[in-house]
T-cell receptor, first 114, second 114 residues
Framework: NAGVMQNPRHLVRRRGQEARLRCSPVKGHSHVYWYRQLPEEGLKFMVY????????ESGMPKERFSAEFPKEGPSILRIQQVVRGDSAAYFCASSPPNQNYGYTFGSGTRLTVV | GENVEQHPSTLSVQEGDSAVIKCTYSDSASNYFPWYKQELGKRPQLIID?????GEKKDQRIAVTLNKTAKHFSLHITETQPEDSAVYFC?????????????FGKGTTLSVSS
């Protein structure tokens, strides 16, 4: 069991570029959650997805951010036209089917916008 | 939606002392309360959790207490060791509905000096 895999671990983007963050959940897990962690701050909820469905995106900024979890392949968090304020660690977590607790977190992607 | 407050933001103790971290939550429907430990540059890891039908749970040097009436829960670490130094996050969610995600507090940085 490889756990939750996130890639890349580090991502540097220039202002205005697009950032794509990938998350492969634990094998057999069907729930994926994305969180953003700013320096000296906690884990801020962004979006909760099940296969092909967005369950709760109340924490996602209204513009430039989107997420998907297709039937096949990893979950993707996409940030368009990045700005310096997007620099943060983005963590993905997954949980088993019919169970929105007992999260396993990935190692995170550290996005730096220059 | 749920709001979780965590105190203190930093805590320094001597090795062997006890450490207590407190959290309050706002949504009376929340029934699941995990605690995560995050070492510098690493992923958050679940260390203990408690459900609302239980008032206290203990695992070796770690214990968690829950007061549903007052809507607060606490993490207790006894006989602290330098390796307990990390950021600790509390969280809350309502697990009876498939559409809720964990909401985290802002974290407590625990420093244990030898």
């Amino acid at each position: 069991n490889a756990g939750v895999m996130q890639n890349p671990r580090h991502l540097v983007r220039r202002r205005g570029q697009e950032a794509r963050l990938r998350c492969s959940p634990v094998k057999g897990h069907s729930h994926v959650y994305w969180y953003r962690q700013l320096p000296e701050e906690g884990l801020k909820f962004m979006v909760y997805l099940q296969k092909e469905n967005i369950i709760d995106e109340s924490g996602m900024p209204k513009e430039r951010f989107s997420a998907e979890f297709p039937k096949e392949g990893p979950s993707i968090l996409r940030i368009q036209q990045v700005v310096r304020g997007d620099s943060a660690a983005y963590f993905c977590a997954s949980s088993p089917p019919n169970q929105n607790y007992g999260y396993t977190f990935g190692s995170g992607t550290r996005l730096t916008v220059v | 939606g749920e709001n979780v407050e965590q105190h203190p933001s930093t805590l320094s103790v001597q090795e062997g002392d006890s450490a207590v971290i407190k959290c309050t939550y706002s949504d009376s429907a929340s029934n699941y309360f995990p605690w995560y430990k995050q070492e510098l540059g690493k992923r958050p890891q679940l260390i203990i959790d408690i459900r609302s039908n239980v008032g206290e749970k203990k695992d070796q040097r770690i214990a968690v207490t829950l007061n549903k009436t007052a809507k607060h829960f606490s993490l207790h670490i006894t006989e602290t060791q330098p390796e307990d130094s990390a950021v600790y996050f509390c969280a809350a969610s309502e697990t009876n509905q498939a559409g809720t995600a964990l909401i985290f507090g802002k974290g407590t940085t625990l420093s244990v000096s030898s």
